[in-house]
């Protein structure tokens, strides 16, 4: 069985994050360590909704229980989505290099949850420079969407030219991808 921590929001209405992933995880036979960044009502793309931001503090001090279970070892992805805030984004690097170090082979999926064509950015000041700067260089893979591709990569993406040169610029940015 794989074992996958997943750190990410949670929303009690709706299926987004954590809430959208767990489920999944496990129906593909993984054990998924479900870390939540966040809980939320729902998705903020409703315009309303009601909850909170947890603290870095407050998830580092879970990912501390996990890491006391003797689980790293064994625990073969990293799965971030949204952040919060630049605090909780370093949280989330730290466990990558933590995780990596207790098992070299594991992979750090990054979801860059920031924004969305017509909307723009959604997430705190700062948290997009956060995941261009740190969470992509340590990131084994990336998801993002085209606004978010376009922003990481300060490319625009209209064709599927485009589309591709932005992908290769942004393996290029990351851990030596190689795919």
């Known amino acids: 069985m794989k074992t996958v921590i997943s750190i990410q929001s949670h929303v009690a209405y709706g299926y987004v994050g954590n809430r959208a992933a767990v489920f999944p995880l496990q129906r593909l036979g993984c054990d998924a360590i479900a870390v939540n960044t966040v809980q939320f009502s729902n998705h903020t793309g409703y315009g309303e909704w009601t909850g909170q931001v947890f603290t870095a503090e407050h998830v580092a001090d879970l990912m501390d229980g996990v890491a006391a279970r003797g689980v790293l070892p064994g625990c073969d992805a990293l799965l971030s989505g949204y952040m919060g805030d630049v605090g909780l ?11 990596k170090a207790a098992n070299p082979r594991a992979v750090y999926a990054c979801d860059p949850v920031m924004g969305d064509v017509g909307r723009g950015f959604f997430v705190r000041p700062g948290l997009p420079e956060f995941i261009r700067d740190h969470a992509v260089p340590a990131a084994d893979l990336m998801t993002p969407n085209q606004f978010e591709l376009e922003y990481l990569t300060g490319r625009t993406v209209e064709t599927l030219d485009d589309a591709l040169a932005a992908t290769a610029a942004l393996r290029s940015a990351g851990r030596g991808w190689s795919w």
């Open 89 to 99: 984004g370093q949280v989330i690097v730290e466990t990558a290099a933590r995780l």
